[in-house]
Nanobody
Framework: QVQLVESGGGLVQAGASLRLSCAAS????????KAWFRQAPGKEREFVAA????????NYADSVKGRFTISRDNAKNTVYLQMNSLRSEDTAVYYC????????????????WGQGTQVTVSS
């Protein structure tokens, strides 16, 4: 079964940086669009960023533009989310996801999901 495993979350102060990683168990996922979503307590799952298979296209939520960078290393079957200038409102469980074809911001359109990693930002 295809697995995605996130890592890199933690507790940090506002203004700090974190780098999240998501490792895929199958090389096949190197051809898929990959994305990061987040979910805070009591809120809907929210799109954060996505990247195409070749890294030629990226998309970011307005709330993270200029602060977060999504990237991928297909040779390592890994996608990253570099998060800078973190704010308290970034606190959430962060999930990576994968799907075929075009980038979408709708979580229901993604087929594969990791278990999530907690990011907590103290202000």
């Amino acid at each position: 079964q295809v697995q995605l495993v996130e890592s890199g979350g933690g507790l940090v102060q506002a203004g700090a940086s974190l780098r999240l990683s998501c490792a895929a168990s199958e090389r096949t996922l190197s051809t898929y669009t990959k994305a990061w979503f987040r979910q805070a307590p009591g809120k809907e799952r929210e799109f954060v960023a996505a990247i195409s298979a070749s890294s030629s296209i990226t998309n970011y939520a307005d709330s993270v533009k200029g602060r977060f960078t999504i990237s991928r290393d297909n040779a390592k079957n890994t996608v990253y989310l570099q998060m800078n200038s973190l704010r308290s409102e970034d606190t959430a469980v962060y999930y990576c996801a994968a799907r075929r074809l075009v980038i979408t911001t709708t979580p229901q359109r993604y087929d594969y999901w990791g278990q999530g990693t907690q990011v907590t930002v103290s202000s």
